[in-house]
């Protein structure tokens, strides 16, 4: 039986999300170090379609000397007495013994030599001998132990109020002091590492900004703002999530209610103005939140591989990469017409598309869902059937990203005698951590599906480490949709016949799926449930 | 020409041999690693038998759903990086019907690192993704034969990343994300290890 809902999480069904979305160092022109000193900039030039920066430039900021060695084809980079040593030829650093790994050789252009860079926080640190962490997203580079947590800006505006979500990692202390036509929000931190969304001015919110402090966030107000309420919510491994609600009269007593009882963490200051008065034994149903989907509206479909990566091909020549699109398109049609649903492909025709790309594509759409499809193959003729797949996370990577949250372990994790681990890169990559749960319940229901539609292989929803749906900011899985090795599974799945149950098992997911999450909101806990698997 | 010129490239001079002598004695440490790691099979009888040791590799059963653990002899190593190298020189090798490999052909072990905190960094030749048919379930049991052959016969090891001539890969053939070390999946090995024939010496 469907609950009843109120009316309140029926207005927030009709408001609209606009999220931030971090820019990749690709697109970056220059990095910024932050040092007890000050900030500087250094600048990002591409060669060879890839983020370097000149050794010269590092030179100047880090005090470093550097000398080419032409007869061993090759570089020595000295600070005192330590030494790194580049070979023009391979993607290696050799730092007073131990090798780093790099994406690439030094390059020479016509302004000097240039390194990854990746260099920076894998080799630059060990040089002179302080931690050094490279924040890919934000192009920050950060020299020593400074307290710079990550802040996620996402706004959201509806019909009188509107929600400011500062996604803290780590949590970090701060206070919220409301000033002539801005809300200050003030961190307990050396600097802020924050993205910011890229929504226009409206009646509340006039813009967000950083504050005239490197640790400060400023929110503008708007004409028609008149008080705001902020919530804490723990997050696990020490993030949490800051909800500063807006409002164009007194704050409504059920946000300030739930607020409240949602509110486990350390209190924030109260509110300078709002209806807070209401007491608390009067407790109205939970409020969703707003960055939790409550309903399906955008659906990423992900035909895998295509262009000059065919993915697996079967011994008639069906080719992974035209099923996937076959499908994909089939199961468009599908959910547009008769879902009334908005679908986004990550690819509409047979071009090469990157892992990284087709998870930013989604993310950027702002999708609630992401179903990536692929054909199966094996080194034998007999596995058949369709499977489907979600994230599988690594005691490792818990460890990893829960280490990098909790701001004790050094940002560079030198190992012996083979590189150096930046977990920055794990961290920022792991988008589909906080969504595992809700991705394994997609999973379940395409289980079912494949299973009343189309013949499976033997056991259940596999969990496996899929590049595809790491880095995916919403529920993901992956489908397999038979096994091009199998001669009779290649045949049927070249079949419009078969392509078409395949399509409905997927587009019976999808329906099913949102249902779900109509009828039960995901509350912010659940949803920040990290979920723990023990090889 | 001026002290200051002859400075410079005496200057020069000195670094490039200290760049030199850096490049060709300090990176060396892991070259000659590569070398040794390269041969496999000894090619003059040597003049003691190497010691044997037992080892569990892992092939692709002849349904060609999952990898299945079979017992084998393999040259016994003191140092467990030793001992690792020696599992995957004799995992690389082909095998003998009905046993399947799931590595490409032609793939090589370049280089082993062992560190500390029980991560292991495989570097392997281009071949295991250039000869790489694709397909999932294949490149989930080309990876995890590496992963559980250290894994399972090196206790030290906990997690195994994968690199391809020398550089972090970001999959083999697009699904299995490479960018971080795995760690033992029981999942794609069927647990009871079968013995196919009688153990053969390396
Ligand atoms: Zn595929």
């Known amino acids: 039986m469907r609950r009843a809902r109120s009316p309140l999480s029926l207005v927030l069904c009709t408001l609209v999300v606009l999220v931030g979305t971090g820019r990749s160092l690709s697109a970056q022109r220059s990095l910024t170090i932050l040092s007890d000193t000050g900030r500087q900039s250094l600048a990002v030039a591409r060669v060879n379609d890839r983020p370097m920066v000149a050794l010269s430039d590092l030179a100047a900021a880090f005090d470093l000397s550097v ?55 894998r080799a630059l640190g060990l040089v002179i001998d302080t931690p050094i962490e490279l924040r890919q997203r934000s192009g920050l580079v950060i020299v020593g132990d400074l307290r ?73 107000l708007g004409s028609q703002y008149v008080s705001h309420q902020s919530t804490l919510l723990a997050g696990v491994g020490g993030t949490a999530r800051l909800l500063v609600d807006l409002f164009s009269d007194a704050a409504p007593a059920a946000v300030a209610r739930v607020n409240e009882r949602a509110n486990t963490a350390e209190r924030p200051p109260p509110p300078i103005s709002g209806d807070d008065a209401t007491p608390a034994a009067e407790i109205a149903p939970p409020l969703p939140e707003l960055t939790v989907p409550i309903t399906v509206r955008t659906v990423v479909i992900d035909a895998g591989h295509g262009g000059d990566d065919t993915g697996a091909a079967g011994a008639t020549g069906v080719l992974e990469k035209d099923i996937t699109l076959q ?27 990157r892992l990284d790309e087709r998870a930013a594509i989604a993310n950027n759409n702002k999708a609630d869902l992401f ?95 899929f590049r595809v749906l790491v880095g995916a900011n919403m529920p993901a899985v992956l489908v397999e949709l038979g096994f091009l090795s199998n001669p009779a599974e290649e045949r049927r799945l070249g079949a419009p016949s078969y392509q078409e149950a395949l399509s409905q098992a997927l587009f019976q997911s999808i329906a099913r799926y949102r249902t779900l999450v109509e009828q039960r909101p995901s509350s912010a806990p659940e949803a ?3 979920p723990r698997r023990r090889p | 020409m001026t002290g200051r010129v002859w400075l410079a490239i005496g200057g020069v001079a000195v670094a490039g041999t200290i760049g030199a002598w850096l490049l060709f004695v300090t990176l060396p440490e892991v070259y000659d690693e590569v070398d040794d790691a390269t041969v496999t099979v000894p090619r003059d009888a040597p003049a003691e038998p190497p010691r044997l040791t037992s080892a569990t590799l892992f092939y692709v059963a002849e349904d060609g759903e999952r990898l299945i653990g079979v017992e084998r002899e393999v040259v016994a190593g003191d140092a467990p990086i030793a001992q690792a190298r020696h599992v995957l020189e004799a995992q690389f090798l082909s095998v003998e019907p009905p046993l399947l490999s799931a590595m490409p052909e032609g793939t090589l072990l370049r280089a082993l690192y062992v560190t500390d905190q029980g991560d292991a960094f495989v570097d392997v030749s281009r071949e295991i993704a250039s000869g790489h048919a694709g397909g999932s379930l294949d490149e989930l049991l080309t990876v995890y034969t590496i992963v559980n052959a250290v894994t399972v016969n090196i206790p030290t090891v906990r997690a195994v990343q994968i690199l391809i001539e020398g550089r972090e890969a970001d999959t083999l053939a697009g699904h299995v994300d490479l960018r971080r070390p795995l760690t033992l999946r029981p999942e794609w090995t069927d647990p009871a290890p079968a013995d196919f024939g009688a153990p053969t010496a390396p």
């Open chain 1, 67 to 121: 000398r080419e060695d032409t007869l061993a084809d090759g570089l020595t980079v000295t600070h005192r007495d330590r030494v790194v040593v580049l070979t023009a030829t391979q993607g290696l650093a050799s730092v007073g013994g131990r090798v780093v790994s790099l994406p690439s050789p030094p390059v020479r252009t016509s302004r000097g030599w240039h390194v990854p860079v990746e260099f920076i926080s």
């Open chain 1, 148 to 220: 710079v947590p990550e802040i996620d800006v996402q706004y959201t505006v509806g019909r009188g109020q509107a929600q400011v979500v500062l996604a803290m990692t780590p949590q970090a202390p701060y206070t919220i002091e409301e000033g002539p036509q801005r809300l200050l929000v003030k961190f307990d931190a050396d600097a802020l590492d924050v993205v910011l969304p890229d929504s226009g001015p409206d009646s509340l919110v006039a813009g967000i900004r950083q504050g005239d402090e490197p640790a400060w966030l400023a929110i503008d």
């Open chain 1, 327 to 353: 499908v994909a398109q089939r199961l468009q049609r599908a959910i547009e017409t008769r879902l009334g649903l908005r679908v986004v492909m990550t690819r509409g025709e047979d071009r090469t598309i």
């Open chain 1, 371 to 465: 179903i990536s499809l692929h054909a199966n193959a094996s080194l034998s003729p007999v596995p058949s059937g369709a499977e489907v797949s979600y994230l599988s996370l690594d005691e490792g990577d818990i460890e990893r990203s829960g280490a990098r949250l909790s701001g004790t372990n050094p940002q560079t994790v030198p190992v012996l005698g083979g590189g150096v681990r930046s977990i920055d890169v794990v961290s920022w990559e792991m988008a589909q951590v906080s969504h595992v749960d809700r991705s394994g319940a997609l999973a379940a229901i395409v289980d079912a599906e494949l299973r009343r539609h189309v013949d499976v292989r033997p056991g259940e929803a596999q969990r496996a480490p």
């Open chain 1, 528 to 530: 920040e449930e990290m």
